[in-house]
């Protein structure tokens, strides 16, 4: 009885089952954030893109709402820190985006194909694992200590406790902060509404809409799952804390370091000090939510790597994705969706990285071709 009203174990099984419901989703809809890109450099094409900023809108003004009302506090997010990395979001965005378009997908849209039963996903999420765990704690990890993280930008000397939007307007302006919260939520999420709103096929298209809304208000809900059920007071040391998330604080969702953890969880399981949490249950439930739709639909097929110089391009990508997704603090997820809805400056950084690299590399592709 202990174990069921345990806060810990309320985010565990929270987190898998908005993840699920993610995996299910982005498979359905074919939700991919290299793909948006893509369409639009290779082929002109919107749709995915407004889907995409259609999510980002819904999660961005649904989070804010939550931290208008107090129902959770996005400053205690680790995107809101008033240190601004900006060499290690802008580099870590960058070769996450290079990364993610040399091994056709990101973080997300890999869990989303290994659900639907390619082994090649998961070769590829296996090397992302290591190498956003060795960029954590390991080799990787002393090359951004010593080089790009100690590259910061004191927002504290301007008198600014985080590093939100809101935060800086009302810096600027004088604004109450609420009045400040409202008032960028307003025009950034309500402006993405309206663009993705304006095409007239996109409005048509009740796939990606519904698609786009539900898997916004998933990141949402995770806001709320870890920052208000999941925050209280622990019985051992009567500590107020954040149960079961890597960060030891507020957190949505997110998948290169929760890759990272669920194998350092596989491989060091009779440590008694490692337990199951948020993020690594978020990966499990994309999976398996994605695996799900995939047997129900009868789309599920095995699929391997074409060559070994496809093996070779994919586990380079894959690297470069654990090492830049870990660097800049979060993935086409991490930073794409849950960041830029805190309205944090470094993650609007890492996004503009993510999508200049990837957009750059798309180009020396074509150009090579």
Not at 118 to 132: C, D, N, T
Not at 187 to 204: A, S, W
């Amino acid at each position: 009885m202990t174990d069921a009203i345990n806060p810990a174990t309320i985010v565990i099984w929270g987190g898998f089952g908005l993840a699920f419901v993610f995996g299910a989703v982005a498979n359905k809809t074919n939700f991919c954030t290299m793909g948006a890109i893509s369409d639009v450099v290779n082929m002109d094409s919107w749709g995915r893109m407004r889907m995409w900023l259609l999510t980002i809108a819904v999660a961005m003004i649904g989070a804010n709402l939550l931290h208008y009302f107090g129902l959770v506090d996005l400053s205690k997010s680790v995107y809101q820190r008033p240190t601004l990395a900006w060499l290690s979001l802008l580099v870590g965005g960058g070769l996450f985006g290079v990364g993610m378009t040399i091994a056709a997908g990101c973080t997300n849209k890999n869990l989303v194909r290994v659900g639907g039963g390619s082994v090649r996903s998961l070769v590829v999420l296996v090397f992302l694992a290591i190498s956003s765990y060795m960029t954590l704690k390991g080799l990787f990890g002393a090359w951004r200590v010593n080089y790009l993280d100690p590259v910061v930008l004191d927002l504290g000397r301007w008198g600014l406790t985080n590093q939100s939007l809101p935060a800086v307007l009302a810096k600027l302006s004088g604004l109450p902060e609420k009045t400040a919260l409202l008032a960028t939520t307003g025009v950034l999420g309500f402006g993405l509404l309206l663009f993705t709103f304006m095409d007239k096929r996109f409005r048509k298209n009740i796939s990606h809409v519904l698609g786009a809304v539900v898997l916004g208000l998933l990141v949402v809900a995770a806001w709320y799952l870890t920052g208000n059920i999941g925050h209280g007071e622990n019985p051992e040391t009567l500590e107020t804390v954040y149960f079961a998330t890597n960060t030891r604080t507020i957190e949505s969702l997110s998948f290169v370091a929760p890759t990272a953890f669920s194998l350092e969880l596989l491989m060091l399981w009779t440590d008694a000090s490692l337990r199951v949490t948020f993020g690594i249950a978020t990966v499990i439930g994309v999976v398996l939510g994605s695996f799900a739709y995939a047997l129900s639909t009868r789309t599920f097929r095995w699929e391997g790597f074409a060559s070994l110089d496809d093996l070779r391009t994919q586990l380079f990508g894959a690297v470069l994705m654990g090492f830049g997704g870990v660097t800049a603090v979060g993935c086409t997820i991490g930073q794409g969706l849950s960041g830029v809805s805190t309205l944090a400056l470094g993650s609007f950084l890492a996004l503009a990285g993510i999508v200049g690299g990837a957009v750059a590399t798309m180009k020396y592709q074509i150009w090579r071709a």
